[in-house]
């Protein structure tokens, strides 16, 4: 998820299992993904949960609550 401010990118990366990364779909996959974006490093919020969990705390992070 790649959220746009006037000045920034901000981006999100979650994974929840180890079948995500067999998928194309690790966090590196979506962090190469967001910074081909135009987001940089320290604008990327990660998460990974094994498991289900309803709580994100970065997800929260980047939405400013």
Known sequence: ????SRYMHY???Q????GQKIS???L???ISQLKAAG?????IFKEQFTGVTMEHPEF??????
């Not at 987001?39 to 604008?43: A, D, H, K, P, V």
């Not at 929260?60 to 609550?65: A, D, K, M, P, Q």
């Open 39 to 43: 987001c940089s490093e320290e604008n």
């Open 11 to 13: 981006g999100y990366v």
């Open 1 to 4: 998820m790649l959220l746009n």
């Open 15 to 18: 994974v929840s299992s180890t």
């Open 60 to 65: 929260e992070r980047v939405l400013g609550n």
């Open 24 to 26: 194309g779909n690790s």
């Open 28 to 30: 590196e996959d979506q």
